[in-house]
Protein backbone atom coordinates (compact mmCIF):
# COMPACT_ATOMS: atom_id res chain seq x y z
CA UNK A 1 0.00 0.00 0.00
CA UNK A 2 1.37 3.31 -0.73
CA UNK A 3 1.51 6.42 1.18
CA UNK A 4 -0.17 9.86 -1.01
CA UNK A 5 1.45 12.74 -0.32
CA UNK A 6 -0.03 16.00 -0.66
CA UNK A 7 0.24 19.85 -2.12
CA UNK A 8 1.17 22.69 0.35
CA UNK A 9 -1.34 25.43 0.00
CA UNK A 10 -1.66 28.22 2.64
CA UNK A 11 0.48 26.88 5.41
CA UNK A 12 -1.43 23.63 5.31
CA UNK A 13 -1.39 19.87 3.74
CA UNK A 14 -3.84 19.80 0.62
CA UNK A 15 -4.78 16.33 -0.82
CA UNK A 16 -5.32 16.36 -4.32
CA UNK A 17 -8.34 16.48 -5.93
CA UNK A 18 -7.49 15.56 -9.67
CA UNK A 19 -7.47 11.51 -9.34
CA UNK A 20 -4.24 12.01 -11.30
CA UNK A 21 -1.30 10.44 -9.52
CA UNK A 22 2.70 9.66 -10.73
CA UNK A 23 3.88 6.78 -8.81
CA UNK A 24 7.28 6.05 -6.91
CA UNK A 25 8.05 3.45 -4.36
CA UNK A 26 6.04 3.27 -1.98
CA UNK A 27 4.62 6.88 -2.87
CA UNK A 28 1.59 8.27 -4.56
CA UNK A 29 2.28 12.02 -6.15
CA UNK A 30 -1.13 13.91 -6.64
CA UNK A 31 -0.57 15.96 -10.20
CA UNK A 32 -2.65 18.72 -9.91
CA UNK A 33 -4.93 20.39 -12.62
CA UNK A 34 -6.22 23.76 -13.32
CA UNK A 35 -8.52 23.92 -10.42
CA UNK A 36 -5.69 23.26 -7.54
CA UNK A 37 -3.49 25.41 -9.44
CA UNK A 38 -5.97 28.18 -9.48
CA UNK A 39 -6.17 27.55 -5.69
CA UNK A 40 -3.11 27.55 -4.58
CA UNK A 41 -2.45 30.96 -6.58
CA UNK A 42 -5.41 32.43 -5.37
CA UNK A 43 -3.65 31.63 -2.00
CA UNK A 44 -0.32 32.85 -2.82
CA UNK A 45 -1.61 35.83 -4.52
CA UNK A 46 -3.86 36.93 -1.00
CA UNK A 47 -1.13 36.38 1.08
CA UNK A 48 1.31 38.27 -0.90
CA UNK A 49 -0.91 41.22 0.24
CA UNK A 50 0.08 40.76 3.68
CA UNK A 51 4.38 40.26 3.03
CA UNK A 52 4.76 42.64 0.98
CA UNK A 53 3.75 45.45 3.65
CA UNK A 54 6.53 43.79 6.17
CA UNK A 55 9.25 46.09 6.40
CA UNK A 56 12.43 45.07 4.49
CA UNK A 57 14.23 44.15 7.08
CA UNK A 58 11.61 42.20 8.66
CA UNK A 59 12.01 40.00 5.80
CA UNK A 60 15.65 39.63 5.76
CA UNK A 61 15.18 38.64 9.18
CA UNK A 62 13.13 35.31 8.55
CA UNK A 63 15.02 34.43 5.18
CA UNK A 64 18.31 34.08 7.38
CA UNK A 65 16.28 32.19 9.75
CA UNK A 66 15.15 30.21 7.29
CA UNK A 67 18.46 29.51 5.11
CA UNK A 68 19.94 28.87 8.82
CA UNK A 69 17.23 26.12 9.09
CA UNK A 70 17.78 24.52 5.46
CA UNK A 71 21.74 24.76 6.46
CA UNK A 72 21.34 22.88 9.01
CA UNK A 73 18.62 20.24 8.01
CA UNK A 74 18.54 20.03 4.37
CA UNK A 75 21.21 19.73 1.29
CA UNK A 76 21.35 18.43 -2.20
CA UNK A 77 20.14 19.94 -5.65
CA UNK A 78 16.65 19.38 -4.77
CA UNK A 79 17.10 21.57 -1.93
CA UNK A 80 19.39 24.86 -4.23
CA UNK A 81 17.29 24.45 -7.45
CA UNK A 82 13.96 25.85 -5.57
CA UNK A 83 15.77 28.45 -3.11
CA UNK A 84 17.92 30.02 -5.81
CA UNK A 85 14.62 30.79 -7.27
CA UNK A 86 12.37 31.36 -4.53
CA UNK A 87 14.29 33.14 -1.97
CA UNK A 88 15.32 36.31 -4.34
CA UNK A 89 11.48 36.39 -5.24
CA UNK A 90 9.79 35.69 -1.27
CA UNK A 91 13.22 38.71 -0.52
CA UNK A 92 11.78 41.47 -2.63
CA UNK A 93 8.43 40.67 -0.99
CA UNK A 94 6.62 38.32 -3.78
CA UNK A 95 4.85 35.29 -2.54
CA UNK A 96 5.55 31.79 -4.53
CA UNK A 97 4.08 28.76 -5.88
CA UNK A 98 6.99 25.96 -6.70
CA UNK A 99 5.91 22.91 -8.66
CA UNK A 100 8.55 20.48 -8.08
CA UNK A 101 9.77 17.40 -10.26
CA UNK A 102 7.26 14.40 -9.48
CA UNK A 103 9.80 12.19 -9.76
CA UNK A 104 11.68 13.87 -6.43
CA UNK A 105 8.69 15.51 -4.68
CA UNK A 106 9.25 15.47 -0.86
CA UNK A 107 11.99 17.95 -0.39
CA UNK A 108 9.55 20.66 -1.53
CA UNK A 109 7.52 19.70 1.24
CA UNK A 110 10.17 20.31 4.00
CA UNK A 111 11.00 23.20 2.54
CA UNK A 112 7.73 24.68 3.05
CA UNK A 113 7.57 23.85 6.36
CA UNK A 114 10.77 25.26 7.20
CA UNK A 115 9.72 28.78 5.39
CA UNK A 116 6.76 28.50 8.02
CA UNK A 117 9.12 27.53 10.70
CA UNK A 118 11.15 30.61 9.98
CA UNK A 119 8.02 32.94 10.72
CA UNK A 120 6.64 33.76 7.10
CA UNK A 121 3.29 33.84 6.70
CA UNK A 122 0.90 31.03 5.40
CA UNK A 123 0.70 31.09 1.50
CA UNK A 124 3.97 32.94 0.60
CA UNK A 125 5.40 29.26 -0.35
CA UNK A 126 3.26 27.03 -1.77
CA UNK A 127 3.77 23.82 -3.05
CA UNK A 128 1.47 22.07 -5.99
CA UNK A 129 2.87 18.60 -7.14
CA UNK A 130 1.70 18.23 -11.13
CA UNK A 131 3.03 17.32 -14.86
CA UNK A 132 3.13 19.66 -17.52
CA UNK A 133 -0.36 20.31 -16.54
CA UNK A 134 0.16 21.79 -13.92
CA UNK A 135 3.44 23.79 -15.89
CA UNK A 136 1.03 25.13 -18.14
CA UNK A 137 -1.70 25.93 -15.87
CA UNK A 138 1.22 27.89 -13.84
CA UNK A 139 2.22 30.00 -17.37
CA UNK A 140 -1.33 30.90 -18.14
CA UNK A 141 -2.62 31.99 -14.74
CA UNK A 142 -2.53 35.86 -15.03
CA UNK A 143 -2.09 36.41 -11.49
CA UNK A 144 1.54 34.62 -12.17
CA UNK A 145 4.08 37.50 -13.18
CA UNK A 146 7.30 35.63 -13.38
CA UNK A 147 8.13 31.88 -14.20
CA UNK A 148 11.67 30.17 -13.42
CA UNK A 149 12.36 26.61 -14.54
CA UNK A 150 14.79 23.97 -14.66
CA UNK A 151 15.39 21.09 -16.02
CA UNK A 152 15.88 19.44 -19.74
CA UNK A 153 16.69 21.47 -22.29
CA UNK A 154 13.60 20.50 -24.67
CA UNK A 155 11.29 21.35 -21.53
CA UNK A 156 13.47 24.71 -20.79
CA UNK A 157 12.74 26.43 -23.93
CA UNK A 158 8.97 25.28 -24.39
CA UNK A 159 8.31 26.82 -21.24
CA UNK A 160 10.38 29.99 -22.02
CA UNK A 161 8.59 30.49 -24.88
CA UNK A 162 4.91 30.04 -23.61
CA UNK A 163 6.00 31.81 -20.92
CA UNK A 164 6.85 34.47 -23.28
CA UNK A 165 3.69 33.97 -25.43
CA UNK A 166 1.74 35.28 -22.36
CA UNK A 167 3.68 37.63 -21.55
CA UNK A 168 5.69 36.42 -18.63
CA UNK A 169 8.99 37.07 -17.46
CA UNK A 170 10.86 33.89 -17.68
CA UNK A 171 14.25 32.59 -16.30
CA UNK A 172 14.83 28.96 -17.74
CA UNK A 173 18.22 27.27 -17.03
CA UNK A 174 18.83 24.26 -18.85
CA UNK A 175 21.89 21.90 -20.44
CA UNK A 176 23.74 21.74 -16.94
CA UNK A 177 26.25 24.65 -18.36
CA UNK A 178 27.68 26.37 -15.42
CA UNK A 179 29.77 29.49 -16.65
CA UNK A 180 32.49 31.60 -15.23
CA UNK A 181 34.17 34.72 -15.70
CA UNK A 182 37.36 35.79 -15.19
CA UNK A 183 37.33 39.27 -13.97
CA UNK A 184 39.81 41.82 -15.87
CA UNK A 185 43.47 41.25 -14.95
CA UNK A 186 43.17 38.26 -11.87
CA UNK A 187 45.93 36.55 -10.63
CA UNK A 188 45.92 33.36 -12.92
CA UNK A 189 47.25 31.14 -11.20
CA UNK A 190 44.70 31.43 -8.27
CA UNK A 191 41.95 31.85 -11.02
CA UNK A 192 43.05 28.78 -13.10
CA UNK A 193 43.27 26.76 -9.74
CA UNK A 194 39.57 27.93 -8.47
CA UNK A 195 38.30 27.11 -12.40
CA UNK A 196 39.73 23.37 -12.48
CA UNK A 197 38.27 22.94 -8.59
CA UNK A 198 34.92 24.27 -10.07
CA UNK A 199 35.14 21.64 -12.96
CA UNK A 200 35.80 18.53 -11.03
CA UNK A 201 35.05 18.86 -7.70
CA UNK A 202 31.28 18.25 -7.50
CA UNK A 203 31.27 14.83 -8.96
CA UNK A 204 27.99 13.65 -7.68
CA UNK A 205 26.38 16.79 -8.76
CA UNK A 206 27.04 17.17 -12.47
CA UNK A 207 24.98 20.06 -13.16
CA UNK A 208 26.97 21.96 -10.69
CA UNK A 209 30.12 21.49 -12.40
CA UNK A 210 31.64 24.35 -14.06
CA UNK A 211 32.24 23.54 -17.80
CA UNK A 212 31.92 27.02 -19.69
CA UNK A 213 34.63 29.69 -18.77
CA UNK A 214 33.85 32.61 -20.79
CA UNK A 215 36.22 35.39 -22.09
CA UNK A 216 35.39 38.52 -23.43
CA UNK A 217 37.69 40.61 -25.76
CA UNK A 218 39.64 43.20 -23.82
CA UNK A 219 38.30 42.21 -20.50
CA UNK A 220 39.66 38.58 -19.61
CA UNK A 221 43.55 38.60 -20.30
CA UNK A 222 44.47 35.08 -22.54
CA UNK A 223 46.76 33.89 -20.04
CA UNK A 224 44.27 32.39 -17.73
CA UNK A 225 42.81 30.74 -20.99
CA UNK A 226 46.14 29.39 -21.82
CA UNK A 227 46.73 28.02 -18.80
CA UNK A 228 43.28 25.74 -18.63
CA UNK A 229 44.40 24.65 -22.20
CA UNK A 230 47.76 23.86 -20.86
CA UNK A 231 45.55 21.65 -17.89
CA UNK A 232 43.10 20.08 -19.94
CA UNK A 233 44.58 18.91 -23.18
CA UNK A 234 43.66 17.04 -24.92
CA UNK A 235 40.20 17.88 -23.91
CA UNK A 236 40.41 21.67 -23.69
CA UNK A 237 38.26 22.63 -26.76
CA UNK A 238 38.09 26.37 -27.54
CA UNK A 239 34.72 28.11 -29.35
CA UNK A 240 34.41 31.84 -30.54
CA UNK A 241 31.27 33.93 -29.58
CA UNK A 242 29.63 36.74 -31.21
CA UNK A 243 30.57 38.69 -28.57
Not at 166 to 190: I, M, N, W
Request: proline residues 8%.
Amino acid sequence: MSDELFHFIGGKPVFGTSGRFHELPGIRVPLAGKREVDYAVEVAVAAQDEWAQWQPDRRLRGLMDFLERVSDELDGCPVMVPVWNAAPAVACGNSFVLKPSERDPSIALRLATTFLDAGLPPGVFNVVHGDREAIDALIAHPRVDAIGFVGPSAVAESVQATALAYGKTAQCFHGTRSHLVPLPEPDSDQVVGALVGAGTGPASEAQMATSLVAQFAGRAPDPVVERLAAVYRPDFRRSAGSR
